[in-house]
């Protein structure tokens, strides 16, 4: 089973957003959108044509390295904590969108593997970052990292960000961890976007990479100046178009913001673009609104089983210097978060 992603609504130009350093985040725990973590590692952390790191069995590694060494630094050196809430099953909704994903990510993958037999390894390498997904066994293989580095994992009945959003709205993390805005949209008090060391994101479209910082988005605040309700945010994305439906073809986010401002709904828009709305809007902005969540999870901050982590990143090729890296990092977390009390880091 191949696990696949959408890509959220596409609401960058109006939303405000405060950037911010590091040293910002320090000591705040963090729920994080894993997928999205998984796969910007599996993006960017690959041999000069392209290919994903491997181990001796042909296990790949791309994700464990960007996990081991990413996490790590940031908890060592910032004191963020981190929760990683794993997507379950997709809801039927996105089922749509996830066929257009599969489909992207095949013909990419055709096209990485041309441009690579001819040759090209500029072209491959920007074909190849879009070319993977993740299977389960490189996500069993992250939940028992991350569970060896006692870093506790939620597993979500469908969509990972509704689950984070809920855990931030009960106060158990200060924010969503993730590059999209969905977490928003369900009601996430605060999102963190670019946490990050490296400071770059690939853009396949374009052959190169940007250099990002972190940045902090308060639900709130971006409420107060778009002057938006929630709800009234959903139905801007819902004409944009969301993972679980497609927009109105030409209405962006700065009409659509204007068109929502104006009619206040989409059940008060004209008819001509009214009549254009995905049939199951309804549906679709209760989805948001009322996501389906667990509250059947533990978080619990656990200290690093350092042996466990040292056999188990043998057994995926990592060196013997870098699971010293990764431990001496470990080592440095102090007092260890099972040591406080969860609102000590809120």
Known sequence: MYCLRGMGAALSPIIPRKVVTLRYLRGRVIAMDAYGELYQFLALIRLPGGEPLRDRKGRITSHLVGLAFRVTKLMADFGIRFIFVFDGPPHPLKLKELDKRRKA????YR???EALARGDYEKAFSKAVVALSLNRDMVNDAKRLLGLMGIPCVQAPHDAEAQAAHIALRGEAWAVGSKDYDSLLYGAPRLVRYVTITGSEYLPSKGMARPLKPEIIELSG?????KLTRKQ???VAILVGTDYNEGVKGIGPITALRLIKIYGCLERLPRHIREKLPGNYEEVREIFLNPPITREYELKFEKPDTSGIAEFLEERGFSKARIKTILDRLSRITPY???RKLE???
């Open 222 to 226: 971006v409420l107060q100046q778009l």
């Open 344 to 346: 000590d880091w809120i």
């Open 111 to 113: 096209e990485w593997r």
């Open 233 to 235: 945010l959903i139905d």
């Open 105 to 108: 990510r095949e013909k990419a």
């Open 337 to 339: 978060p099972s040591e």
